[in-house]
């Protein structure tokens, strides 16, 4: 059973920096993953953040977060990080963390239960 725990949410003013973790378990190592983060605001679609090859490191990062957001991993920790600088009232969402199994087929996915990050003075 694949779970996934976010934690670090929480409220900052514009301009500051949060962090946050996500614990992963029951993966299979052998396999191939992709780790993520998505957020929701209030009457929005759900968007992907940044994502991750747990193997190969390789990232990738939504346009409205390049330069601002980095994502990395911790295998050792099962962990996938989200750090988030530069913070604007527009990043105000819920986040959640997905992992994606990309090797074997099929394709897998998992979500975290999210937490909730608030940009505002």
């Known amino acids: 059973q694949v779970q996934l725990v976010e934690s670090g949410g929480g409220l900052v003013q514009p301009g500051g920096s949060l962090r946050l973790s996500c614990v992963a378990s029951?993966?299979?190592?052998?396999?191939?993953?992709?780790m993520s983060w998505y957020r929701q605001a209030p009457g929005k679609e759900r968007e992907l953040v940044a994502s991750?090859?747990?193997?190969?490191?390789?990232?990738n990062y939504a346009d409205s977060v390049k330069g601002r957001f980095t994502i990395s991993r911790d295998n050792a920790k099962n962990t996938v990080y989200l750090q988030m600088n530069s913070l604007k009232p527009d990043d105000t969402a819920v986040y959640y963390c997905?992992?994606?199994?990309?090797?074997?087929?099929?394709?897998?996915?998992?979500w975290g239960q999210g937490t909730q990050v608030t940009v505002s003075s």
């Open positions: 997905n992992t994606r199994k990309i090797l074997p087929p099929p394709p897998l996915v998992y």
């Open positions: 991750i090859d747990r193997a190969a490191g390789s990232t």
């Open positions: 029951g993966l299979t190592f052998t396999f191939r993953w992709a």
